[in-house]
């Protein structure tokens, strides 16, 4: 497997054959890939197996003909042969309104995303690839959606979510690869896409929000770091939701923070990942609202689910108290669905709090290698659940994301430090 990926990053060009040989081991969708129908109408070309070993072969071409960097053509390339993978998830057969059947694969982007999100850093990858790949695995059919929308804003949160050349060029090879009648009017779609994110500014990895940091940061520079940050991220998902225009604004209307505000850290990992211990370690001045905690509080034992509903309501409780009293309370619990984190994170923002997650991802097999070590235990089917249902957040959930790594590290941050 190494030396594959030395050969990949070295210029080589595999076909689809040879990735799900030498990486379905840790990717084992792959193999379900040439089994998996497509709807003939969309992709006359077949299985999704052949829809991938065509878009391999545009983004070899793509990337000679634009003479990518050897990172950047490893990233596409990669992203290429994983572009598909939630497909085998999510593919199903349903009625038109005409009464046809036809294949569909709702959301597979993101359930692709999801499922590499524990198992690329297997790889041996560093996680800046590993996050690129995501990001164009996840976000590889938003570009006709940002088009259609057609605002800065919209092309904006696109460019802090994905770098916006290669998605393009992944999506440019995706459609290329595919026998459909629209294939002609879809790349047309493409160029205007492209042309919007040179005019907006993101079209070759600029920080999408750079000119609004440095406003922000010029104008309240005698105020802490955490303030400015807070204001910042706020107004940046002010501005994505329509609310507000300018950096100036995100300003004004993070002046009755000034007399003090609420921090909310959300933690987002499966069981093993290392948050209580990290929390431990770096949160200590934080109130800690546990649900593990509060379910032996309640029933006597963490593994006990029967009393979930009443340790639900105590922590909403409890992390209300914090928050009005504008204190630290971190929220420690798995969190993996995005429903589960929703509900903390839905609090903070009501309580005009900052919020940030801390997002942890390890490689799979230390999960499991921790797991029984651990003075509580879970079930190995239990963490597998967690692991296979998971939805990794996306950047937008918060005003700040935090990546760790297996070491408890911090490999990214998101969109400030």
């Known amino acids: 497997m190494k030396a594959f990926l030395e050969a990949l990053r070295g210029g080589a060009e595999p076909d689809f054959a040879e990735f799900a040989r030498e990486l379905g081991d840790v990717l084992p969708l792959l193999t379900d890939l040439p089994r998996t129908p497509q709807d003939p109408e969309w992709h006359g070309e077949g299985d999704v197996g052949t829809h991938t070993n065509l878009v391999l072969r545009e983004a070899y071409e793509l990337a000679e003909r634009e003479g990518l960097g050897p990172r950047e053509r490893f990233v596409l390339v990669l992203s290429a042969a994983l ?26 982007a993101d359930r692709g995303r999801s499922y590499l999100a524990y ?53 440019v090879a995706d459609v290329r690869g595919r026998v459909a009648a629209d294939r002609a009017s879809k790349l047309e779609d493409l160029e205007l ?42 107004g940046v998902l002010d501005f994505e939701a329509g609310v507000i225009s300018t950096p100036h604004e995100a300003i004004a209307r993070g002046y009755a923070a000034r007399s003090g505000f609420a921090r909310l850290v959300v933690t987002c990992g499966p069981s093993g990942a290392g948050k209580s211990a990290w929390v431990a370690e770096t949160l200590e001045d934080f109130d800690i609202v ?5 379910r032996e509080e309640l029933a006597g034992k963490r593994a006990d689910q029967s009393f979930n509903g009443r340790v639900l309501q105590e922590a909403k409780e409890r992390l209300r108290i914090a928050l009005r009293a504008k204190r630290a309370v971190v929220w420690d619990a798995t969190n993996t ?64 994301t935090l990546v760790l790594d297996e070491f408890l590290r911090v490999v990214r941050r998101a969109p400030r430090g």
């Open 337 to 400: 669905r995005r429903d589960f984190r929703g509900i903390p994170l839905r609090l903070g923002f009501e309580y005009g709090a900052s919020t940030t997650l801390a997002v942890f991802q390890p490689p799979l097999d230390t999960i499991f290698e921790r797991n029984p070590a651990r003075a509580h235990a879970v079930p190995a089917r239990v963490v597998a659940s967690q692991v296979e249902n998971a939805e990794f957040p996306y950047e937008t959930e918060a005003h700040r």
């Open 83 to 108: 572009h598909d993978l939630g497909k085998p998830l999510t593919t199903r057969t349903t009625l038109d309104d005409a009464g046809r059947a036809r294949v569909v694969s709702p959301r597979h």
């Open 290 to 294: 546990s649900l593990d905690v509060l």
């Open 119 to 171: 198992r690329l850093p297997e790889l041996g990858l560093p996680y800046d690839v590993v996050h690129a790949v995501m990001g164009l695995v996840g976000h590889h059919h938003d570009l006709g959606r940002t088009l259609d929308v057609g605002t800065e804003s919209a092309y904006r949160r696109l460019a802090r979510l994905a770098d916006v050349r290669l998605l393009y060029l992944l999506e």
């Open 193 to 234: 896409f492209k042309l919007g994110a040179q005019e907006v500014g993101v079209w070759r990895g600029e920080d999408p929000y750079a000119a609004w940091s440095e406003v922000i940061d010029a104008q309240l520079r005698g105020f802490p770091s955490e303030y400015r940050d807070f204001v910042f991220g706020q």
